[in-house]
């Protein structure tokens, strides 16, 4: 059956060197105004470019997680074009003899497998970035950004839905992560995305396509996507012709309209770049840079599943971004269980880090600290409440959990002598409670519970409590 | 007699400092003196720093430590950087520019010791072979004011040969060296592609330019040529090679030495005298024991066509960054951001400089491309061949330098195919990245100075220097200033 | 080929040059002599022949990735046209 939608992605990747693609300056996010700058990047004249290894490394390891080929000979070019943010007036990128090409990854959406081509994935170094004055007749150019190297990456006409291109970014930016390569993150700018996308005719041929540029988040792409078919399809139904154009993603608006300035005719005059040599990749070192390769989430997740007994649905959580997965792993120290290390992740671990909007590089918590808690827990000398709680309190500050059971006496009541006085209080204390458990009203035995748990301040073992107080009423 | 000082070469210079006989003060004095008396004449400078020079040469102490070059005052073409000092390349689009670093090569010369006095007029960024276009005004041929000095090193070629200083750095893209110096008869050298840094030369065509030296004598240019050369991190084009002492190591071998004469570079447009002249210089070396031998080199008409594609198409785009926005000056009145680049620009830049933008451009641009620039470099491979073929019968190639000597101001600013066509005989060496020297030979009939220039493999310097030097002591020309009146 | 006179006013644009009337109609003469000249490379047959883009064979040539620290933006700002607070200042670009 023929798609009724054509979606392809074009996704700038910014690598995560330390300097930036052909100078020194850092490229580190968030300085003053033009304060990484020097007079190479902002493009003096006289200065000359002098390629970073391993940004040509990085993208490697992109490319080879994206399944492509890595082509043995590479160049760089020169597109030209005149934008204040771009000081050279031609931006260093990769024509014809681009890094890698032909990849592909297999994305999955409500169970369903499918594949995205890869066209191909250059290198080429970024632009500054404009402020445009709210009333004025001026823009401000601040050329941090200028030269800090990206991985453009290709996709074929593949894609057959914006949910499904909404998937391929999340698993892109995922393996990314993975590599350590990238920390894609559209609100900041180190991945953007544009998108090409046609409808069928009625007559279902493949309809003209429009570019949609202007999206900021995963949600972003899925709806301007999902708006931009709708679109065309009524222009098409109602017996218009689709425009070739650029269109830009209105947030606020959730709409996509035509660009107001329309683009000039660009004429980008690619010629090879003669301040550059060629780059020749032999097998040597490709396979020095394969060796580099991390596990990959595929990988992590047949292996989690076939060591750690864990559910799938778990295995998922914990393998969808690599710190998540490596402090899951640090975690399994001594004879603790996956699974209770597995839980108190994914039921405690992960609510503290989305309170915060933190990652798992935010928290304060070792994965020892965790891995000690869930020992305690597991051998019920603390309550699964006090294990919620101190996970809680180090998220926040950190601190050696076993000393801190210790200092505050937290250990957990499950010796049926220390708690039947406290038992004894508690039916005399709530007569009606009683009352009501022995006519069949099983929901007050929770209460009851509940009442243990205060007069000895979480301390006591429920599940022990509960089989006393059943005994006992 | 004081001015004559800067007569005497480098050598000498070196030798007369370190046994006290001259001062550094002296020196420069001498240097201002015959700025006074000789550049309102042929204005080869576009910025002179007498001052700070003299300033400079009281503190220098011209011990063998402080480098070979310690109190010698030498002159830098206009588009080399030099931290805090104006750079303008010769146009108005860098008026007042001052880079905040310097030039590798310009640093391997301070470090030399050298002290730079000024800034030596150029056509307007490197573009043209008369130093008619620069906006600082023309410069005139000191042997006959009423002549171009050549380009578009024109003004450090002229300031050698009016002896303000005994040496000059500038560049050569398609020829900017080498017919400057022959026309103003003195020495220029085109080192091989990458063995001099272009690290702050301000580029024209970026896989063509190379920095070199314009000298009155042999032992100079391979001097200097020493100084400036070697590895440089800054530029990913410049050879990782030793660099061998050539100065100290001339030693004329005229024994089993096989010369090459492509007939090319002897035929129709190039003036009977200047072929006459050079074919004795390469008798001369026969005489010496040199061989002799044919050699063709079949692309030499169409490589001055491919040059001016492939240096015009890069040039479009290395000046595509003069817009006004981060350095020098910015149109008073325009109406948006393209009115504000496209009025700086066309303020900014001069006639030939528009023209060849223009050029370049279309070279590049879509449906263009596969017929010129593609086409230009394909022919450019050819043009590698045709010099690999003839190496393999010679050792080097010896030719005329220029089709004619020095011509007449404003005869060809207007034309510019004929004034393209100057560069015939020197740009293919630049399109094949090979090493060539000129040195002047002899004097035509009007007494122009008519010189020969000797191409040879890739980094094969010091064999360059070695047989320029012989014919240099062979031929009826003597190093000297050109006899201007004050 | 020639340049015709639309060309010449689409290359000056693409080169961000504003030329009068009669800059336009000399570089349109003289782009066409300086055309008929730079053909002389059909005269050369090329067939499967590969272009040269650099004179001298030299491949992979890097730098590592270490940051050197930028010197401070300040002196470039005041040399610049315009610029306020740590900003170049260009006219508005619109990007609506
Ligand atoms: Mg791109
Ligand atoms: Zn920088």
Redesign the pocket.
């Known amino acids: 059956m023929k798609n009724e939608i054509v979606i392809g992605l074009e996704v700038h990747v910014q690598l995560k060197t330390k300097?930036?693609l052909?100078?020194?300056?850092s490229t580190e996010f968030g300085a003053d105004p033009n304060a990484?700058?020097?007079?190479?990047?902002?493009g003096w004249p006289g200065t000359l470019p002098v390629l970073n290894r391993r940004a040509v490394e990085f993208g490697m390891l992109a490319a080879l997680s994206l399944n492509c080929e890595i082509n043995q000979d590479i160049k760089f070019d020169r597109k030209n074009y005149f934008y204040p943010d771009l000081p050279k007036a031609y931006q260093i990128s990769q024509y014809d003899m681009p890094l890698a090409e032909e990849g592909q990854v297999e994305v999955e959406l409500d169970g369903e497998k499918a594949v995205v081509g890869i066209e191909r994935l250059h290198l080429e170094e970024d632009a500054g970035k404009l402020v445009h004055s709210t009333a004025g007749a001026e823009s401000y150019v601040d050329y941090n950004r200028?030269?800090v190297p990206l991985a453009e990456i290709v996709t074929k006409p593949d894609i057959t839905s914006p949910e499904q291109a909404e998937v391929f970014l999340r698993s892109l930016k995922q393996r990314m992560e993975y590599l350590e390569v990238s920390d894609c993150n559209m609100e900041e700018g180190s991945l953007r995305c544009d998108a090409n996308l046609s409808v069928r005719t009625p007559e279902g041929e493949l309809g003209t396509k429009t570019e949609v540029k202007n999206m900021n988040s995963f949600k972003g792409v899925r709806k301007a996507l999902a708006y931009e078919a709708q679109r065309q399809k009524k222009v098409l139904s109602s017996g218009g012709e689709v425009v070739q154009e650029t269109r830009l993603w209105d947030e606020s608006e959730q709409i996509t309209r035509e660009m107001r300035s329309k683009e000039e005719a660009h004429d980008y005059r690619y010629f090879p770049e003669p301040d550059l040599v060629p780059v020749k990749i032999d097998s040597k070192w490709q396979s020095e840079v394969k060796q580099c390769l991390p596990e990959m989430p595929e990988e992590k997740y047949e292996r989690f599943q076939a060591e750690y007994d864990l559910s799938d649905e778990a295995t998922q959580t914990l393998t969808a971004s690599r710190p998540l997965a490596d402090f899951f792993e640090r975690a399994l120290t001594g004879d603790v269980s996956p699974r209770s290390v597995s839980n108190l992740i994914i039921a405690d671990l992960k609510r503290e880090m989305n309170e915060r909007d933190w990652t798992i590089n935010d928290v304060n918590i070792t994965p020892e600290n965790l891995a000690a808690l869930a020992r305690m827990f597991e051998e019920d000398v603390i309550s699964s409440n006090v294990c919620s709680e101190l996970i809680a309190e180090l998220v926040e500050s950190g601190g050696d959990p076993e000393a801190i059971v210790e200092e505050r006496d937290l250990k957990q009541i499950s010796d049926a002598g220390e708690l039947e006085a406290i038992i004894d209080e508690v039916i005399n204390e709530n007569p009606d409670a009683v009352e009501d458990i022995r006519s069949g009203a099983d929901q007050a035995i929770g209460f009851l519970i509940g009442q243990v748990m205060q007069k000895t301040q979480g301390q006591a073992d429920p599940g022990q409590a509960r089989k006393m107080l059943q005994e006992r009423v | 007699m004081e001015t004559e000082l800067l007569d005497l070469s480098l050598n000498e210079l070196q030798n007369k400092l370190q046994n006290s006989e001259i001062s550094p003060v002296e020196l420069v004095e001498a240097s201002i003196s015959r700025y006074q008396n000789f550049d309102k004449e042929i204005n080869s400078f576009v910025s002179f720093n007498s001052k700070e020079s003299l300033q400079k040469a009281r503190e220098v102490d011209v011990s063998r430590e402080n480098g070979p070059l310690a109190g010698i005052p030498l002159a830098l073409k206009d588009n080399l950087c030099r931290a805090g000092y104006a750079t303008t390349c010769g146009s108005n689009i860098l008026e007042g520019h001052r880079p905040p670093y310097t030039a590798t090569a310009v640093k391997a010369i301070e470090e030399a010791g050298a002290i730079i006095v000024g800034n030596a007029n150029m056509d307007e960024f490197a573009m043209g072979s008369s130093t008619e276009t620069s906006a600082y005004g023309l410069t005139r041929n000191p042997w006959d004011t009423e002549r171009v000095p050549g380009g578009s090193s024109g003004g450090s070629a002229a300031a050698v040969a009016a002896g303000i200083v005994p040496a000059a750095l500038g560049s050569d893209t398609g020829g900017s060296i080498r017919q400057p110096a022959a026309f103003s008869g003195v020495v220029g050298f085109k080192p091989t592609y990458g063995r001099v840094s272009r690290y702050g030369l301000i580029a024209f065509a970026s896989s063509l330019d190379q920095i070199g030296p314009i000298t009155r004598t042999v032992e100079d240019a391979a001097l200097l040529t020493e100084i400036i050369s070697g590895h440089d991190p800054a530029d990913s084009t410049s050879l990782d090679q030793p660099v061998p002492e050539y100065h100290g190591n001339i030693n004329p071998k005229p024994e089993n030495l096989t010369v090459g004469i492509p007939a090319e570079y002897f035929g129709e447009g190039v003036d009977e005298e200047v072929e006459t002249i050079v074919r004795q210089a390469a008798s001369d070396l026969k005489a010496e024991g040199a061989e002799l031998v044919d050699v063709s080199l079949s692309t030499t008409e169409q490589a001055i066509s491919a040059y001016y594609v492939i240096a015009t198409a890069e040039a479009s785009s290395n000046l595509a960054r003069f817009d006004g926005v981060r350095y020098g000056p910015r149109a008073q009145e325009f109406e948006d951001m393209i009115d504000m680049y496209s009025q700086t620009r066309a303020e900014g830049f001069g006639a030939e400089v528009k023209r060849r933008i223009m050029l370049g451009t279309f070279v590049l641009s879509s449906g263009y491309y596969e017929a010129y620039y593609g086409k230009a470099q394909k022919v450019r491979t050819l043009i590698k061949r045709d010099f690999e073929n003839a190496f393999e019968k010679c050792d080097l190639i010896l030719t005329p330098t220029t089709p004619t000597a020095a011509f007449k101001l404003g005869s060809r600013v207007d034309d510019p195919v004929q004034m393209y066509m100057n560069d015939v005989l020197t740009a293919p060496t630049n399109l094949a990245g090979l090493p060539a020297i000129t040195l002047p030979v002899d004097a035509n009939s009007d007494g122009l100075p008519v010189a020969a220039q000797l191409i040879g493999p890739s980094l094969s310097e010091q064999m360059l220097f070695d047989i320029a030097y012989l014919l240099q002591e062979l031929s009826p020309w003597e190093p000297c200033s050109a006899p201007l009146k004050e | 080929m020639s340049v015709v006179d639309q060309e010449i006013s689409d290359l000056a644009r693409l080169s961000r040059l504003n030329l009068t009337p009669e800059e336009e109609e000399e570089l349109g003469e003289d782009l066409n002599e300086i055309l008929e000249f730079a053909e002389k490379i059909n005269e050369v047959d090329t067939e499967g022949i590969e272009p040269t883009y650099h004179a001298l064979p030299v491949n992979n040539v890097f730098r590592e990735d270490e940051v050197?620290p930028?010197p401070s933006p300040k002196p470039a700002l005041e040399n610049s046209a315009d610029s306020v607070d740590g900003y170049f200042v260009v006219p508005r670009v619109i990007e609506e």
Not at chain 1, 22 to 25: D, L, N, P, Q, R
Not at chain 1, 36 to 42: G, K, L, Q, W
């Open positions: 300097s930036k052909f100078c020194g300056c990484n700058t020097c007079p190479v990047c902002m200028t030269s | 050197r930028s």
